[in-house]
């Protein structure tokens, strides 16, 4: 959060000179399309923080900015005239955008630029390290490296050993880090680097075979070599406050209209239980590790406290009744934890929630488990819609897990909702 507020002055500077050159076009003209313009940029990506700024390269996105302005224009019948003021619009715009990249060039050149480490100690990353500081205009400006010693002396101080990367990075503070080749194994580095970026720091990654155009797509270039901007953590995503909103909306509409639903289940559980009542109650570990109390339909009482932390699966148990068995077997039983959706304890969507006892077991055994944690868990998941569930692989759950985690957005969120409700509703996956 604190490189994108670095940025925010650049972001800001660029949206005062687009948004004066549309104005200044649309008032010549008397078209009202034009004052949109801010906004078609914005939704292109153009604010987004940047080492290199490029007219070129952003003379597709400006043009079809500008073609969907004159379209939008032409369909509501808003903006007469779009061959005269279209192509001004996207011209101002250029205009706009040269004289905005020059200044902000000019001004990088004369600042020392945004504090960085370099994640190795090789030739290859004092090459890295040395090319941002020969020119200012990228904005970023290596302080020292991360890694063993160097065998030849380098231009910047060795830091911390590979292996105290995360102190690092909490004590120098600084917005971005730049990995170059370091000599740490991939499963550690991958761990390393999701902490670190809860801390707020902006990582970019060298692409391994980067010659062969591997994974060079999408990135920014610093003197011929590659660097592959990672996403933020998801919660420092501006459309994280998105998905707590779907999350209250959905948890509302599912109790209201499945009110008839929950009404058969207790009834059918009431009679199956008896006395130990229609909801059961158990401690699972929730987001960054905290405890919560789940809720469930009662599909079996279990005969102590710490077999109901301890057993795995109840799925072939013998005491298993037939509302158990239809409950569990078509889901039915999660429903109550749109109660814990309501109450922020879980999300409709995310990895689902496990007891301590084997949490404590899975974080020992299986690399990158205790990530999960990153995001609050889940009524359904990503690892849950490919059939990760019940007693399957914990590794491949994992695996799953984390690639939603570093994959999210919106619309996946949704495409799980939408297979979760069809496969429920043994439509077949589309």
């Known amino acids: 959060m604190r490189a994108a507020a670095a940025g925010a002055g650049e972001a800001a500077f660029l949206i005062?000179?687009?948004?004066?050159?549309?104005?200044?076009?649309?008032?010549?003209?008397?078209?009202?399309?034009?004052?949109?313009?801010?906004?078609?940029?914005?939704?292109?990506?153009?604010?987004?923080?940047?080492m290199t700024h490029s007219v070129l390269d952003d003379l597709p996105r400006i043009l079809t900015s500008a073609v969907v302005l004159v379209a939008a224009g032409a369909l509501l019948n808003l903006s007469p005239g779009?061959?005269?003021?279209?192509?001004?619009?996207?011209?101002?715009?250029?205009?706009?955008?040269?004289?905005?990249?020059?200044?902000?060039?000019?001004?990088?050149?004369?600042?020392?630029?945004?504090?960085?480490?370099?994640?190795?100690?090789?030739?290859?990353?004092?090459?890295?390290?040395?090319?941002?500081?020969?020119?200012?205009?990228?904005?970023?400006?290596?302080?020292?490296?991360?890694?063993?010693p160097a065998l030849t002396q380098p231009t910047l101080p060795v830091l911390a050993p590979a292996a105290d990367l995360e102190r690092a990075v909490a004590r120098y503070k600084p917005l971005h880090l730049i990995v170059a080749f370091p000599a740490i194994p991939d499963a550690?580095?991958?761990?390393?680097?999701?902490?670190?970026?809860?801390?707020?720091?902006?990582?970019?990654?060298?692409?391994?075979?980067?010659?062969?155009?591997?994974?060079?797509?999408?990135?920014?270039?610093?003197?011929?070599?590659?660097?592959?901007?990672?996403r933020p953590e998801p919660a420092q995503m501006r459309s994280w406050a998105i998905k707590r909103l779907i999350d209250?909306?959905?948890?509302?509409?599912?109790?209201?209209?499945?009110?008839?639903v929950f009404l058969l289940c207790a009834l059918a559980t009431l009679w199956e239980s008896g006395k130990h009542?229609?909801?059961?109650?158990?401690?699972?570990?929730?987001?960054?590790?905290?405890?919560?109390?789940?809720?469930?339909?009662?599909?079996l009482t279990p005969a102590s406290d710490l077999e109901s932390q301890v057993k795995w699966n109840i799925n072939h148990d013998m005491r298993l009744g037939p509302v158990g068995k239809v409950l569990r077997f078509s889901s039915l039983d999660e429903l109550p934890q749109l109660v814990n959706v309501l109450r922020g304890d879980m999300s409709l969507v995310g990895p689902r929630p496990e007891r301590q006892f084997f949490v404590d077991q899975f974080r020992r055994t299986y690399t990158g488990y205790a990530?999960?944690?990153?995001?609050?868990?889940?009524?359904?998941?990503?690892?849950?819609?490919?059939g990760l569930r019940g007693d399957t692989s914990i590794e491949e759950r994992v695996r799953f897990d984390n690639h939603y985690i570093e994959h999210w957005s919106v619309g996946l969120d949704i495409k799980i909702i939408m297979r979760t409700v069809g496969s429920m509703l043994s439509i077949h996956r589309v």
Do not use: N
């Open 188 to 230: 550690d580095l991958v761990q390393t680097l999701r902490r670190c970026r809860r801390y707020g720091v902006t990582v970019h990654v060298v692409p391994r075979l980067f010659e062969l155009a591997v994974g060079c797509g999408r990135t920014e270039y610093v003197r011929g070599i590659p660097l592959a901007r990672l």
């Open 16 to 50: 005062l000179l687009d948004g004066l050159a549309a104005a200044a076009i649309a008032f010549v003209t008397g078209a009202v399309a034009p004052y949109a313009m801010v906004l078609a940029l914005a939704v292109a990506g153009l604010y987004r923080s940047r």
């Open 82 to 148: 779009p061959l005269v003021w279209g192509p001004a619009l996207f011209a101002a715009v250029v205009a706009a955008r040269v004289l905005g990249y020059r200044l902000i060039r000019l001004r990088r050149r004369r600042r020392p630029g945004r504090a960085a480490i370099v994640v190795g100690s090789g030739d290859f990353a004092v090459r890295v390290a040395d090319a941002l500081r020969d020119d200012r205009a990228y904005g970023i400006s290596p302080v020292g490296f991360v890694g063993p």
């Open 248 to 260: 209250v909306v959905g948890a509302l509409a599912g109790l209201v209209l499945l009110a008839p």
């Open 371 to 386: 990530d999960r944690h990153r995001v609050p868990t889940g009524i359904t998941g990503w690892a849950q819609i490919h």
């Open 277 to 299: 009542g229609v909801l059961f109650r158990q401690e699972r570990v929730g987001r960054d590790g905290k405890l919560f109390t789940i809720f469930k339909f009662r599909s």
